[in-house]
């Protein structure tokens, strides 16, 4: 079976300081990892992916993930804050047979000027 | 390129109605996959459609249905509607069935039951 766990619920940030949201998957195969953000009163919007190819992936607007096999995490990462940060970011598993997602609970990133 | 659309954006039922959404993917993707967001649950599969036929299924009752047509055009109901069936139901779609592939969401429908 597999799942994710977004260790925090809530972050919080100020605008030009490092951004660290952090996941932890449990997968029987090889995964699939996700990043999504979702802006209130919006769709979900995929910022990177990871596909057994890099470890260190890079996304959209400045965030990267680095996937550690050995600690079974996928923790997203961007090196300033900005003020359009402020979203819901979701970590996401999937396999390879079929498009199920399986989503985190979600981190609330807030960024204070 | 246009995204993903979804109609209606907003919608409001009673209790024991029915409701049937709509999704539109994005022009050349033939897997659509719908999912239901809710503050208590967070985002949940309900099911995948490739090429016309429902590929993979979540763990939801049997009021919740879905089909997709020739055009890859999709449609979920929900039928004898609860009021725990108030979420935002969102609707994906990617080039080709399988995990790897990245998903696109559309802005979702919230829908409200009173």
């Known amino acids: 079976a597999q799942s994710v766990t977004q260790l925090d619920s809530h972050v919080s940030v100020s605008e030009g300081t490092p951004v660290l949201l952090r996941c932890n998957y449990s997968?029987?195969?090889?995964?699939?990892l996700f990043w999504y953000v979702q802006h209130p009163n919006k769709g979900l919007q995929l910022l990177l992916k990871y596909t057994s190819a890099a470890t260190l992936v890079k996304g959209i607007n400045g965030f990267e993930a680095e996937f550690k096999k050995s600690e079974t995490s996928f923790h997203l990462t961007k090196p300033s804050a900005h003020m359009s940060d402020a979203a819901e970011y979701f970590c996401?598993?999937?396999?390879?047979?079929?498009?199920?997602?399986?989503f985190g609970q979600g981190t609330e990133l807030s960024v204070k000027p | 390129k246009a995204g993903v659309t979804q109609t209606p954006r907003y919608l409001i039922k009673t209790r024991g109605q029915q409701v049937t959404l709509s999704c539109s993917p994005i022009s050349g993707h033939r897997s659509v996959s719908w999912y239901q967001q809710t503050p208590g649950q967070g985002l949940q599969f309900l099911f995948e459609?490739?090429?016309?036929?429902?590929?993979n299924k979540g763990n939801f009752p049997g009021r919740f249905s879905g089909r997709q047509f020739s055009n890859s055009r999709s449609e979920m109901n929900v039928s004898t509607l609860e009021l725990g069936d108030s979420a935002l139901y969102l609707c994906?779609?990617?080039?080709?069935?399988?995990?790897?592939?990245?998903?696109?969401f559309g802005p979702g429908t919230r829908l409200t039951v009173t």
């Open positions: 996401v598993v999937s396999r390879d047979q079929g498009g199920k997602l399986i």
């Open positions: 997968s029987s195969y090889s995964p699939s």
């Open positions: 459609y490739f090429s016309e036929t429902q590929r």
């Open positions: 994906a779609s990617s080039l080709r069935l399988g995990g790897k592939n990245e998903q696109y």
